[in-house]
């Protein structure tokens, strides 16, 4: 393997491992520091849109449609997630008037 200066198309790999950790990192303080359950819900979406990129991104590089095989994979757990993530937040909704994780104390015994 050489150097990260390889180029996807006229992109170099290393734009796209930097892209990916940007937007990876978004997502990891949306999660860590909002109380908004929708926007945390958002910010576990971004962690797994730079993870696809960068399997893809390696995938073209190194030739092998496995990774492009897996990202598949994961687009279609986020679907599901989604499905039962905004259920659930709309229970809560329901159920506390507030989409705020802290309100979910009441709802312990």
């Known amino acids: 393997m050489g150097e990260l200066t ?3 198309q006229g992109v170099p790999l290393n734009h796209y491992i930097w892209l ?11 999660v860590l520091t ?12 971004l962690m797994l849109n730079a993870v696809n990129l960068l399997l893809t991104a390696f995938s073209v590089h190194n030739n092998d449609a496995s990774g492009q095989v897996f990202v598949f994979f994961i687009m ?3 679907a599901a997630e989604v499905a039962i993530g905004l259920s659930i937040i ?6 506390t ?3 705020d994780i802290n309100v979910l104390n009441r709802l312990k015994w």
């Open 90 to 95: 709309v229970m809560v909704y329901r159920n």
């Open 6 to 8: 390889q180029t996807l």
């Open 20 to 30: 990916s950790a940007i937007i990876f990192s978004i997502g990891v303080l949306g």
């Open 34 to 45: 909002r109380r908004n359950a929708i926007v945390i819900f958002m910010s576990v979406e």
């Open 76 to 78: 279609a757990l986020a």
């Open 97 to 99: 008037s507030s989409t």
